[in-house]
Every structure is written in structure tokens, then in C-alpha cells.
Nanobody
Framework: QVHLEESGGGLVQAGGSLKLSCAVS????????MAWFRQASGKEREFVVA?????????YIADSVKGRFTISRDNAKNTVYLQMNSLTPEDTAVYYC?????????????????WGQGTQVTVSS
């Protein structure tokens, strides 16, 4: 059984930064492909960024966050991070961590087997 738990959300002013964490329990963390999605109120869940298993950087990243957000992982802590810079009110959403065992990675919700409960990020103008 794989358990994902996000943390680090909160309220931040426009232009600010926030770093989200996702702690992963279960089998060897390095074998998981990881992703971040977000869901704004009244909207569908959308892809943000993904990193394939055994990689250190992003495999895919949404155009809306390119140059501002990045994904990283600390294998010793079984944790993946989402560093968010230059935040705007349009980034306000619940942010979800997702995982797959192995190198399978994509941009659709249906492509991920495991999900966290989400963490709220609110950006004020």
C-alpha cells in the first residue's frame, strides 16, 4: 500500500513563493514516478509537473507554470517537492501529489494510481 501526504500549503501574496512537500510511504521511493496536479474551485483537476522514476528533474511541465515551478525529490527522505515562485492569484488551488510505480508518467489524472489528499494554496492579490 502506498500513502502520499502533502504539506506546505497556505496563504501567500502575489509574487511570493511556496514550497510544497509530498511524503511517500511504501516501496522504494526511487521506483516511483511522481507528479503534481492542482484543482481550482469549480474547475477540473489539471496537470502541473511530473518527474519520471529515477530522474532528478521534470519530465513534463505545464506551460502555465514553466519557468516558475519546479519539481525535485529527496530520495533519502522519500519526499517530492514542488517549488513555486512568482505566484499569481491564478495559481490558487488545491495541490495534489500523485504517483505511479515505475517509469510510467503522463499529464492525465487517469494515468496515476496513487493520490494524496491535497493541500490548499491561496495566492492573494
Amino acid at each position: 500500500q502506498v500513502h502520499l501526504e502533502e504539506s506546505g500549503g497556505g496563504l501567500v501574496q502575489a509574487g511570493g513563493s511556496l514550497k510544497l512537500s509530498c511524503a511517500v510511504s511504501g516501496r522504494s521511493f526511487t521506483t516511483y514516478s511522481m507528479a503534481w496536479f492542482r484543482q481550482a474551485s469549480g474547475k477540473e483537476r489539471e496537470f502541473v509537473v511530473a518527474a519520471k522514476a529515477w530522474s532528478s528533474g521534470p519530465t513534463y511541465i505545464a506551460d502555465s507554470v514553466k519557468g516558475r515551478f519546479t519539481i525535485s525529490r529527496d530520495n533519502a527522505k522519500n519526499t517530492v517537492y514542488l517549488q513555486m515562485n512568482s505566484l499569481t492569484p491564478e495559481d490558487t488551488a488545491v495541490y495534489y501529489c500523485a504517483a505511479n510505480l515505475g517509469p510510467r508518467v503522463g499529464v492525465r489524472v487517469s494515468e496515476y494510481d496513487y493520490w494524496g489528499q491535497g493541500t490548499q494554496v491561496t495566492v492573494s492579490s
